[in-house]
């Protein structure tokens, strides 16, 4: 079982950047504005010869309302699965009372702390003997952004950590499906990954804008290993006017790249938008496995949910054949529980292992079926196929003017190899490669001596 280190403070004292120095990652979004974090987040790091879990939290305050309530309830929740907190304060801005009100909070808790000063290399040394008077102990003095004292850092942590239980079964260890969960702003997205996870573990607002990174949760479902994705809402780029959220758009669209499934949230009172395609068409670019569900589908009168799923049919005729489409309700949790078979089977679709063997038999009886058109009076001739690469999955198919294969039958082909080896949710991609007559070269073979002759 790996231990849990959380870390905490006010807001903007440096716990993303130093969750960042930790796991060696840029996994959590960091920008010089308080309120930046709001969800846990959850990263691997290494200690030495040890992986340890780490969380970051939203900032601290003294505000009791709205979401700086709920993100207090997670930075609780995040303590509470916790072994250890890095109790982290700022250098530069001194000891403040507000510092003294969130220790308050925090020794309710029989959580061992460590004090970690962050940004000690803007100010004097001095300044360190302030934060004595928070009875912790020794400050230990660090620069998250300069990577300033984090052997010190790491080696403290090791000290208080309590003895890693060995098990050799570790789920954490096992792959992981990562399913990013993406969509417009307030269509429900973070309401859906506390629903599929069974509680309330990421910040639920009523307000677009609530989730500003993407938040990595690993969890385990029928022996199952899954990582869900909440990501910040992706408007038009008309609508984008804050820095801070054009890099939480930049991030979204990491976590689908790093995904292997993508689940494209759609709200349901709404027509389907453009915005919404892109997302699709980004999906498909990356080769990701993709699961369609329509949230918000619980109070909808029948004529409206007849007319969007006409528009259904009439905007995704080009993903429809091989996609799955989910009417759910995130909110209630109607339909939700359907989601994880298309999940799974786009997972499993998108990392399939085919064999030359059965790409060829199923290749050989499609052009039995129906064999390529003449072209210039020649038959195309698809002699034999295999596979090129996953995500996508990518078939190369080689022979003789291949290169004037019409889109129709490339289509058809896909189908074939979509039915025949039950593929479901992934895009699959032709790779045509023409033979090469060796005995042809480019112009006119120059005349020799002995041509003369």
């Known amino acids: 079982m790996r231990s849990v280190i959380s870390l905490v403070g006010r807001p903007n004292v440096g716990k993303s ?22 969800d846990r987040q959850y990263g691997e790091a290494m200690i030495e010869e040890r992986k340890v879990i780490v969380v970051d939290t939203g900032g601290l305050t003294t505000q009791k309302e709205g979401v700086e309530t709920l993100m207090q309830d997670q930075v609780d929740q995040a303590i509470m699965e916790s072994q250890l907190v890095l109790f982290i304060v700022d250098a530069k801005a001194g000891l403040l009372a507000e510092d003294y009100r969130i220790l308050k909070a925090l020794r309710k808790y029989s959580t061992p702390m460590i004090l970690v000063v962050n940004k000690v290399d803007a100010v004097r040394e001095s300044v360190l ?61 973070s309401t859906l990954v506390n629903r ?32 869900l994705i909440d990501t910040a809402g992706v408007r038009r780029r008309s609508k984008v006017e804050e820095v801070l959220e054009k890099f939480s758009i930049v991030k979204t669209l990491n976590a689908i790249e790093d995904a292997q499934v993508v689940v494209i949230l759609i709200d349901a009172t709404e027509n389907i938008v453009e915005q919404d395609l892109h997302l699709i068409g980004f999906a498909l670019d990356a080769g990701k496995g993709i699961v369609i569900a329509v949230n918000k589908w619980d109070h909808l009168p029948e004529d409206q949910k007849a007319r969007m799923k006409q528009e259904l049919d009439r905007r995704l005729t080009f993903i429809e054949s091989f996609v799955d489409v989910h009417f759910i309700s995130a909110k209630y949790g109607t339909g939700v529980g359907t989601l994880y078979p298309s999940i799974d089977l786009a997972y499993e679709s998108g990392r399939r292992d085919l ?99």
């Open 17 to 38: 950047t130093l969750f960042n120095a930790l796991t060696g990652t840029r996994q959590a979004l960091v920008y010089d504005m308080p309120g930046t974090t709001r």
């Open 129 to 189: 003997l302030d934060f004595y008077e928070l009875g912790l102990g020794e400050p230990l003095g660090i620069s998250a952004a300069h990577r300033q004292g984090m052997n010190d850092l790491r080696n403290k942590i090791l000290e208080l950590l309590p003895s890693e239980e060995t098990d050799s079964l570790d789920s954490s260890d096992a792959v992981s499906n990562k399913v990013a969960i993406v969509g417009r702003p307030n269509v429900g997205k």
């Open 196 to 227: 599929l996870l069974g509680e309330e573990r990421v910040v639920v607002y009523d307000m677009p804008g609530t989730t500003r990174d993407s938040i990595y949760i690993p969890f385990e479902r029928l022996g199952k290993q899954y990582t």
């Open 355 to 453: 064999s030359t063997a059965d790409i060829n038999r199923v290749l050989e009886a499609a052009v039995r079926d129906h064999e390529p058109p003449m072209v210039g009076g020649r038959r195309i001739k698809i002699r034999f196929g295999h596979v090129g690469g996953h995500q996508p999955l990518q078939i190369v198919l080689h022979g003789n003017q291949l290169e004037r294969i019409p889109g129709s039958y490339k289509r058809y082909l896909i189908q074939v190899f979509r039915k025949a080896f039950k593929l479901r949710g992934v895009p699959i991609r032709l790779t045509c490669k023409s033979s090469v007559n060796p005995f042809v070269t480019a112009g006119k073979p120059k005349r020799t001596r002995q041509d003369s002759e």
